[in-house]
Structures are given as C-alpha cells and as structure tokens.
C-alpha cells in the first residue's frame, strides 16, 4: 500500500498503481463525474495515471484553472477528429487550450464558412456521444515519424524532428483518430457536453508565427460543463462586443489607427483629454508614495543594448538605424536607460530605496496579425518604475508597491488575482539569491492577507514575479500590473552603493509597472465602463444644452463659470429639437447634460440631467457644482 496526502491533508492508503480515476471514484461519485485531470507532486497529469509511491494529490475539477485546460484541450483533438472525418484532406499543425477555450491550426484547399463550421461542430457532438477513450501511448522518435507520415500529416513530421532523436514522444487516440500530443486529456470523449460546446471564430494564421510560412486557418471554440454555462458565456460575448474599444473609440472620439501607421495609434482630442487626465492621476499617486520622475531618451546606441542582453535576445523586435556610422535602436523597454541615470551620480545607504518613474515611449515590432487596437500596437507608454534597494528592504518594497497596486486598481473598480512566477531553467544567478527573492514575494503578499496561485518556472530570467490580472465588469481577466525581481542589471551595468560599513555593494532592484502601458489600459477601462469613464475621466463632463437661442448666450455663461472651476465642458448651439441633443449627449456617454431654457435664464437655475439617473431636477449652480465636484475629487465611479 501507498499513502496518498489530497489537497487538506487527508491521507488515503491505496494499493499502487491504483489509478487517480479509480481513487476519485473511491471518494465519491461526484467527484469521479466531475474530475478533468489530477496534479501529483506538483505535476498536471491524467486521471489514468498510476499512483506508484508515497506523494501529494490535488484532483483537477472544471473549476480550477488546469481542469479547464485538460477539458479545452481535449476538445481541441474532438475538433481535429470531426474535420478529419469530414474532410480527409485537411492537413493538421497544432491545437492547444487558450484562456478561454480552444483552437486547432489546420492547411485547408477550402475556407472553413459558417456552413463547414455547423458541420464540424455537429460531427463534435456525434464524437462526445461516442464515449471513446483518450489512450496515451508513447513511440521513439523514427517511428513516431514513421506515423505521422503515413498518416499524411507534414506539420506534425515537422514537429517531431524537432524533437530530440532519443526522446519518445506521446500520441493520444481516440477511436480512429491519433494526435502527436503530451497531454493531459479527460479519460474519454464522453466527458465533454456536446450541447455545452461552441466553435466560435475562424482566422488566418501562420504556421509556428512565421509571416514567411505556411497560412493556416484557427478554428476556435470554447466549452463548458453545462449549457446554461455556454450561453451565459455568449451572452457575455455578445456584451463584450458592444464594449469593444475600437468601436467606442471610433464612436467617441478617443482614438483612431490609420493605414499609414499600423500599430501606431492617433490619439484624438478627446481621448488625449482622457489619456492626460490618466497620467495627472498617475504622477499624484507616484508623488505621494516617494517616486521621482524621469525621463529617458527614445534612441540609444547598440552597445547599451548589447549591455544590457536586447540586443541579443529581442532585437527581432527592435526597431534599429544607424547614425554617423553606428548601430542605434528605438528603445523596447525603459530599464537600461534608467540604469545609466543611476550610475549617472554615486549613491549611499542613505538614498535607499530610490524609487525612479519614467512614462516611456516605447517601441515594438508586433507581428501584423497580432496588433489588436489598443490591446497589442507597435509604440505605447509604459508607466515604468525601478526601484533600487537593499536585500533587507525588498520586502517592505514589495508591501508599498501592492499598496499602491490596490488604491490603484480601487479607483476604477477593478480587482486583481496574483501570479507568481518562479525560476525558469534558463535563469542567471544565484540559486540562493533566487531562493531568498520568491520567499520574500509569497512573504510580503502572504502578510499583506492576499492569496496568490504558483507559476512555476514562468519567471524571467533575471528574477521571480508577480503578475496582477485584474477582473473587469464582464468577469475578464487582463494582466496589467507586474512585479519583477532584478539581480542581474544591477550586475550588468555595475550599479553600487556605499554601504554604513563604508564599503561599495551591489543593490537589487525592482521593474514594476501598474498600468501596463497607458494605451492598453485605456482600451481595458473603455471595455469596463462600455466608454461611460466616471465624472473625473470623462472627456466632457458637462455638456449644456440651450433649448432656444435666447438661452444661448445663458449657456455661455454657465459653461464659463464651470471651466472656471476646472470642469471639462461643451455648449451644443446646434439648432437641433433638445429631444434630439440629449440623445446624441447621451451616445457620446457625457455624465450629465444641462438643459438651459426661459425658466432656468428667469430663475439662474439649471435642469439637470444624469447619464446613468435620468432627470434630477432643477438646481442652482452651485448646488450642481458641489455635487458633480465632489464626484470628481472622490473619483467616483457608481
């Protein structure tokens, strides 16, 4: 017998090799129905996997992040195996789980209509009725490659030789279908609800990225557990595609992306108004929690991107020139830059923590058929921050910057999970220098009362992170805010400090960023407030509306005295119906329209109106003053 310790630290005794599928069903029923995959000792494996010794159990349900996976990605191989009884001549690459669902690259001779996706999607359901098991087996490389070119199947052959030529590589079959595949899937295809599936989109993409490859076309689905999931989730979507920040920004006048500039986004007067008025917020917080600000050049010289690895490592996504004879680049990130600001003067222990902001014009070369809007362009402001410090202070550090994450994030309603990501294989350094950095993150978080999940292996390669994915109005996730340890720019350019002991040391430093980039972020709250900003984001906060040209020169008035108190505001003299501009002040999202006629003149008064409460009657001037000012200095958003 074998001691098995479940999530809780229950102890089971089974015999060995019981597999994790007969012990769910050992604990209940519902359990057993409701397991997608299991982790063992750390490691996301098969229900079918054999418990052979003494270890830990956590059984994976749809509910957990890895359940999800092993579900979507079994729906994937569903969905390759439907298109292959269909249409034997499709060519299959690869057909991974996402965020949210599924997809499967395929080489097609025809394009996959919405009249070839009902097909597919309904031979999908067929395969779910069928119960087939999901049988892993595994082949040494030759006859792996033996396999799959009989099968017809040349991206999969591709894959396979760039395997190592000793490994044995692990296929999944079901029924008559045989995918090249490390796992892990459900036990068999009658786990998946057929009417709890949907295929979703299709688009073009190329074969392992490369614009110089093959053009392949994505299906992509998504499934759930239930129907009454799956049409909640497309319901969201439908949501979702009423908020999307292109349209609004396009509607509104925040933002455009023009042909001559793909990637390089136009910001428009309004949305500079909104885009400002997020930066003024930024510099008020920075300033309150000890941040200075800089500012560094745009284009620097090769050798500092040789200094600093870019060159080496992400200069295919660096934009590079020459000038008087040498190599320059268009800077990608800020950090290096600020590293020659701090070496720019000597320091002492008596300056530590330096905390150095930079809103920095970045630039980066994104795949044309990855630029999406605001979402992933070519050039945007990163609201940078390093901060230099001791080894003895890091925690405290760590505690201030999710201090100001959390009143951050507050302000716009938006709550967060955290991620933290360990050493990855590739890392430099120390290992006990990596050690003692993630122990402090899962300190400073645990102390703070914040839970977090493990990443394992996924830090960069100069320390571990904390990643900040934040929970919009629809319930989507966006990783915005991150937390990075550094050990090694500091040693790169040789960055010192006099210690009390009179002695030089090396600090470590902190990259940490709690927008992500300022366009990015403007096209997450766009989609969250659906383009209806609070009072103190909106790019016109107060639009008045003179019902005849007698009230007009009253409008003006009115509109002076609220610019005078710092208010953004805009006097509609069309000579349009007032129905007709309070609908139209209502498209534009404005928060509150003042209807200015003979009454309001007679009385000094104003009728107001609210975007979200309608009609509030009519009030003097400054009793609407008091009220919309407070809003903007609470920085309401109900």
């Not at 309603?413 to 402090?440: C, N, R, V």
Request: net charge negative.
């Amino acid at each position: 017998m074998i001691t098995i310790t479940l999530k809780g630290g229950d102890k089971r005794q089974v015999a060995e090799n019981t597999t994790v599928d007969a012990l769910c069903r050992e604990i209940s029923m519902g359990l057993y129905r409701a397991a997608c995959a299991a982790r063992l000792d750390g490691r996301v494996v098969d229900l079918r996997t054999p418990l052979t010794e003494d270890g830990t159990l956590e059984i994976l349900t749809f509910d957990s992040l890895d359940g999800k996976k092993a579900y979507w990605h079994t729906c994937s191989h569903i969905l390759a195996q439907a298109v292959k009884r269909l249409y034997p001549e499709v060519k299959l690459a690869i057909g991974p789980s996402i965020d949210e669902g599924f997809y499967y690259d395929m080489d097609s001779p025809f394009p996959f209509t919405p009249e070839v996706m009902e097909k597919v999607e309904a031979e999908m359901r067929k395969i779910c009725k069928e119960k087939l098991p999901l049988e892993r087996f595994e082949l040494p490389r030759p006859q792996a490659l033996q396999l799959m070119g009989e099968k017809g199947e040349p991206f999969k052959v591709e894959l396979i030789n760039d395997l190592p030529e000793d490994a044995h590589i692990s296929f999944y079959k079901q029924g008559e279908f045989t995918d090249l595949c490390a796992g892990p899937h459900l036990p068999d295809t009658g786990r998946v609800k057929g009417n709890a599936l949907k295929l979703t989109a299709c688009n073009a993409a190329y074969w392992r990225g490369d614009s110089n490859r093959e053009t392949l076309q994505r299906i992509y689905g998504v499934a759930f557990t239930s129907k009454e999931e799956l049409d909640e989730y497309l319901q969201r979507i439908e949501e979702a595609k009423k908020r999307d920040h292109r349209r609004l920004g396009k509607e509104l006048g925040l933002f455009t992306i023009m042909d001559e500039g793909p990637g390089f986004p136009f910001f428009l007067p309004k949305g500079m108004v909104l885009k400002n008025t997020l930066i003024d917020y930024w510099r008020q917080v920075h300033k309150r929690y000890g941040y200075v600000e800089i500012s560094t050049p745009v284009i620097l010289s090769r050798k500092l991107w040789e200094r600093s690895g870019h060159w080496d490592h992400y200069k295919q996504n660096m934009y590079t020139t020459v000038i008087d004879g040498e190599d320059f680049a268009i800077k990608p990130m800020n950090c290096p830059g600020g590293m020659l600001v701090y070496k720019s003067e000597p320091h002492s222990y008596r300056d530590l923590p330096l905390r150095v902001g930079e809103l920095g014009l970045v630039h980066r070369h994104e795949l044309s058929g990855a630029l999406h809007g605001l979402f992933r362009v070519r050039c945007f402001t990163q609201d940078d921050a390093h901060i230099f410090m001791t080894w003895d202070q890091m925690k405290d550090e760590i505690k201030n910057v999710v201090k100001l994450f959390d009143e951050v994030y507050s302000v716009f309603g938006l709550t967060y999970q955290i991620e933290l990501s360990t050493m990855p294989e590739d890392h430099m350094g120390d290992e006990k220098d990596w050690a003692f950095a993630q122990e402090t993150l899962k300190e400073a978080i645990t102390e703070m009362g914040k839970d977090y999940v493990i990443n394992e292996g996924d830090g960069a390669f100069y320390g571990p992170k904390l990643d900040f994915h934040l929970a919009d109005s629809l319930g989507r996730t966006w990783q915005c805010g991150t937390i990075q340890l550094d050990m090694q720019l500091p040693e790169r350019f040789e960055l010192e400090y006099v210690g009390e002991d009179g002695l030089k040391h090396r600090p470590v430093m902190i990259h940490r960023v709690v927008l992500g980039s300022i366009e990015r972020f403007i096209g997450v709250i766009t989609e969250h407030f659906a383009g209806a900003f609070p009072v103190w984001l909106a790019p016109v906060q107060v639009k008045l509306l003179p019902v005849t040209d007698r009230a007009a020169a009253y409008a003006d008035e009115i509109a002076a005295r609220l610019d005078g108190k710092g208010l953004r505001v805009e006097v509609d003299h069309r000579n349009e119906k007032i129905g007709y501009k309070i609908r139209e002040a209502q498209m534009q999202k404005v928060p509150y329209m003042l209807v200015l006629g003979d009454k309001e003149m007679e009385g000094g008064t104003v009728s107001v109106r609210s975007r979200k409460e309608g009609d509030l009657g009519t009030q003097t001037v400054d009793e609407f003053l008091s009220r919309v000012l407070r809003e903007v200095e609470e920085k309401t958003i109900g």
